[in-house]
């Protein structure tokens, strides 16, 4: 079954450049959720969009901002990057908005800031 | 907005026995309580989940319970596998979009 496809799986960039994390959902999902986990963390939830509106945001600082396409595909873009901004980006997709409980991860983008 | 706290952080048993990783949650309208598996390097993987409606569900060697007074679930893996070794995370949602996770529950299975 297809799943959640996220590229770059790693990435390295350097202080102050930006970066651009795309995810592609589950043919069919409408629903896509943004989170970063940091090392031995657990993930944080930064920002979702539904039909392509932004649908809740959480701790998604303002130098990061991300959309929805057309084709419910996904990019966070992240500007002025910091060492802090290092961690594992995981993306995820649902059907419906709150209907349909539990969605599904992919497998994350490494992102370094050297 | 939710907390979700987590225990233990690290967790050994044997092959063959049992683990229990218990969370608590504060917010009481939190009503879809989902448990990750994550191995390293990948993303997490939804093994079970529970509606405040219920208060325990089985899959198999896996099982969750949900006491909604005490406002804590609990994950239950019965006959650990060495495949079974991995970071457990729980989590809360109200609306089913955002999730709350735990801190998570490092599980090692020693052969």
């Known amino acids: 079954a297809a799943g959640v496809i996220q590229s770059p799986r790693h990435l390295i960039k350097e202080k102050r450049e930006t970066a651009t994390l795309k995810c592609y959902p589950i043919?069919?999902?409408?629903?896509v959720y943004w989170y970063q986990q940091g090392p031995g963390q657990d993930p944080q939830f930064l920002i979702s969009f539904y039909e392509k509106m932004q649908s809740d945001k959480g701790s998604i600082p303002d130098r990061f901002s991300a959309q929805q396409f057309s084709d419910y595909h996904s990019e966070l873009n992240m500007s002025s990057l910091e060492l802090g901004d290092s961690a594992l980006y995981f993306c995820?997709?649902?059907?419906?908005?709150?209907?349909?409980?539990?969605?599904?991860f992919g497998s994350g983008t490494r992102l370094t800031v050297v | 907005g939710e907390n979700v706290e987590q225990h233990p952080s690290t967790l050994s048993v044997q092959e063959g026995d049992s683990a229990v990783i218990k969370c608590t949650y504060s917010d009481s309208a939190s009503n879809y309580f989902p448990w990750y598996k994550q191995e390293l390097g990948k993303g997490p993987q939804l093994i079970i989940d529970i509606r405040s409606n219920v208060g325990e569900k089985k899959d198999q060697r896996i099982a969750v319970t949900l006491n909604k007074t005490a406002k804590h679930f609990s994950l239950h893996i019965t006959e650990t596998q060495p495949e079974d070794s991995a970071v457990y995370f729980c989590?809360?949602?109200?609306?089913?979009?955002?999730?709350?996770f735990g801190t998570g529950t490092s599980l090692t299975v020693i052969p």
């Open positions: 989590a809360a949602s109200l609306t089913g979009n955002q999730f709350y």
């Open positions: 043919p069919r999902h409408d629903t």
């Open positions: 995820a997709s649902s059907l419906g908005r709150g209907r349909n409980y539990g969605y599904t």
